[in-house]
């Protein structure tokens, strides 16, 4: 029986560690079972990684994330620079240095090990990490937001930014260049106007295409002061709370909803401000959470300055749903001019 040839071995590793196709796994299983020494290189590299198979996977703690991400990122690249040395010497020696083979096996087999934990752990827990930065990230931008907002109260005898609207005025309008004030954006907008807030603060860094959004807005600076509102939806991922008619004047410092990420009902507004909105509310509409953070929940600042990451729809122990009214159900049907009852019932648009 002839010997195998280093690809048949290159094709034996693979199968062990599970990096082989449908296809290649089933030329591995036919090779051991019809060859000797194949039978024998299985088993064996088997047995060295059969340690492996006793780990358990466990959610790594919120607290371990930060400083084990680096780690395993530049041991995973370290490991798999030594697989790949590894593999090439011993690609390169001639058939007759079996032995060679058999004592460098261990080392390799070592290093894929390493390649396999790093490979378990690491790939889920970067994309944790990287949620957690955004949500990070969101949460000071929106600390940033106050900020602004605090400076323009105190700069504004104690006003909140606010533009003249008409009763039913479309406050789904975002992007609208008319000069009628209309859209529920419009108020946040002055801060951006008046240089109080930089505009890529509004735009959410879970978001994608967000980094792309930000250059447009640098390349865009100059420009923005002379829009009455943000340009379009793409630069105000967020949704804002819509005052009720009969409400007294807002005070910072108080537990109420002010901003939070966009509102799942608004995701796609018409582009054509000459028709009319509808939207219907169905049983999804009602549960999502805002698709910013992958609809695993949304970032909220309060009035009294606070930011906080709800995994639910509700800001408090009440039952109050910060995208919806008191009074909408399953059926209902939204126009996009609705105002809250009162300032219990808090209500983020659009």
């Keep these: ?96 240095t079996k032995g060679r083979f058999w004592r460098n096996l261990g080392q390799i087999a070592g290093a894929a090990a390493v390649i396999l934990i790093a490979t378990a752990i690491l790939f889920p827990l970067s994309g944790y990490a990287r949620q957690k930065y955004h949500r990070q990230c969101c949460q000071a931008q929106l600390r940033r937001v106050f900020a602004g907002l605090s400076n323009y109260i105190s700069e504004h005898d104690g006003q909140m930014p606010a533009v003249a609207t008409t009763a039913g005025a479309p406050w789904w309008k975002v992007g609208y260049s008319g000069k009628e004030n209309q859209s529920n954006t419009r108020h946040m907008w002055l801060l951006v106007k008046g240089n109080y807030v930089n505009p890529a603060d509004f735009v959410c860094p879970g978001r994608k295409q967000s980094r792309a959004i930000r250059r447009a807005i640098r390349l865009d600076a100059s420009q923005l002061k002379n829009y009455n509102d943000f340009p379009a939806r793409a630069y105000v991922p967020y949704s804002f709370r819509i005052r009720c008619s009969k409400s007294t004047k807002p005070q910072l410092r108080q537990r109420r909803v002010l901003i939070a990420d966009l509102s799942p009902l608004f995701e796609n507004l018409p582009r054509d401000y000459s028709r009319p909105f509808r939207l219907r509310l169905n049983e999804d509409l009602l549960i999502l959470n805002s698709i910013n953070h992958g609809r695993r929940g949304q970032n909220v600042l309060f009035y009294d300055g606070s930011v906080k990451f709800i995994k639910t729809r509700h800001a408090d122990i009440s039952a109050d749903d910060i995208f919806t009214l008191q009074e909408m159900r399953q059926g209902s049907e939204i126009r996009g001019c609705e105002v809250p009852s009162c300032e219990a019932d808090t209500f983020l648009a659009p």
């Design 1 to 96: 029986m002839t010997s195998l040839n280093t690809q048949q071995k290159q094709l034996l590793f693979d199968y062990c560690v599970g990096l082989t196709s449908e296809k290649e796994t089933a030329e591995a299983e036919q090779l051991i079972a019809s060859h000797n020494q194949a039978a024998q290189i299985y088993s064996k590299l088997k047995a060295a990684l059969a340690p492996l198979e006793a780990l358990e996977s466990e959610p790594c703690p919120d607290e371990l994330v930060e400083g084990t991400i680096w780690r395993l990122n530049n041991q995973a690249r370290s490991s798999q620079l030594r697989l790949q040395q590894l593999l090439a010497t011993e690609q390169a020696r001639s058939a007759g």
